[in-house]
């Protein structure tokens, strides 16, 4: 089949709210982000805490809050992805694990959640095979989430999303609180689905991680998708055209621990243009005003920085 897995373009999302009294306030977290992931391929979208990440997961699954809109267009193999379309196909070809292990009924036996409610032998020797690929023995069934461990948690995530056989997986924070070994091993049945043809969407904070296991990374900097690369790029920091993603690479242990100074903006308090802007050191009056996409020999970056262009 030609074209994307998935396909997001121009996907902007905006809060409502209402301040002192009946003060309306729209925030756009989301502006202009665009993705795309293939069959047999794992993306990676990194970015800090608040810089809108999740909401992506969401926005491609149909559960965003009630006082979010969203604009822009997603297509799941080449065809619009509806709300309708949504419903129908998540939690089977469409599956989210998501980062939250509250999202497992603490009532409910693990394999019963695993086999989300489906009788007979061939199932649950189908729940049986799947624990059993992820470590988790034939005892794991009859536990409770509140029975196990951190780790335990999140290969039962996944072995409720590989049960449903999804030709889509979106990964939302898979590995917070967990052993750097443990992290790895997760990430690594993500790579096996890939392996098995399913295209899988990886949103996380973990540069380091990502790019043990990643095929392209999408980076994100308060709402704003600043560079798209693949994940080789992050060998040497001359390959890489954001400023932002080349302090990414400055930050990573191996290459110093080096932090730059400020913060993320908060939605409110978004500078003109690039939103790096205030902190670049690079920047310039250019800066300030609308910055298009240009094409890179590894992606596409979202300055107006001529380094890189294709």
């Known amino acids: ?17 209402y301040e002192r009294g009946l003060r309306r306030v729209s925030l756009p977290v989301i502006r202009d982000l665009g993705v795309t992931v293939d069959r047999g391929e794992m993306v990676a979208v990194i970015g800090s805490s608040g810089s809108g990440k999740s909401l992506l997961a969401h926005a491609v699954m149909g559960i965003l809050p009630y006082n979010a809109s969203a604009e822009g267009e997603i297509r799941y193999q080449g065809e619009i992805l509806t709300e309708k379309r949504k419903k129908a196909l998540r939690g089977r070809e469409l599956v989210l694990v998501p980062q939250s292990v509250s999202y497992l009924d603490p009532l409910m036996r693990v394999g019963e959640q695993v086999k989300n409610g489906r009788k007979g032998r061939k199932w649950e020797e189908a729940c049986r095979r799947v624990l059993g690929s992820y470590g988790l023995g034939p005892e794991t069934e009859s536990l409770y989430p509140f029975q196990l461990s951190g780790g335990m948690t999140r290969r039962v995530l996944i ?27 997760v990430l690594g049945h993500f790579r096996e689905m890939t392996e098995a043809g399913a295209g899988v969407l990886l949103i996380t904070h973990d540069l380091n991680l990502a790019l043990q296991t990643a095929d392209r990374v ?31 690479y400055r930050a990573m ?19 003109s243009g690039c939103p790096y ?34």
Not at 260 to 267: A, R
Not at 282 to 306: F, N, S
């Open 218 to 248: 999408v980076v994100l900097y308060a709402g704003t998708a600043v560079e798209e690369t693949d994940s080789r790029a992050f060998c040497r920091e001359e390959t890489l055209y954001h400023p932002y993603t080349r302090a990414l």
């Open 159 to 185: 072995s409720t999303a590989v049960m449903e056989n999804p030709r889509l997986v979106i990964a939302d924070e898979p590995t917070p609180g967990l052993h750097p070994e443990a992290a790895k091993r």
């Open 277 to 310: 802007r205030p902190r670049c050191a690079m920047a310039g009056p250019e800066c300030a005003g609308p910055v298009p996409l240009r094409k890179t020999d590894r992606g596409w970056v979202r300055c107006v920085r001529k380094e890189g262009e294709a």
């Open 1 to 17: 089949m030609d074209g994307h897995l998935l396909e997001v373009k121009g996907l902007s999302i905006t809060f409502t709210q």
């Open 253 to 271: 242990p191996e290459h110093g621990f080096k932090s730059e100074p400020g913060s993320q903006p908060y939605v409110k308090e978004l500078p």
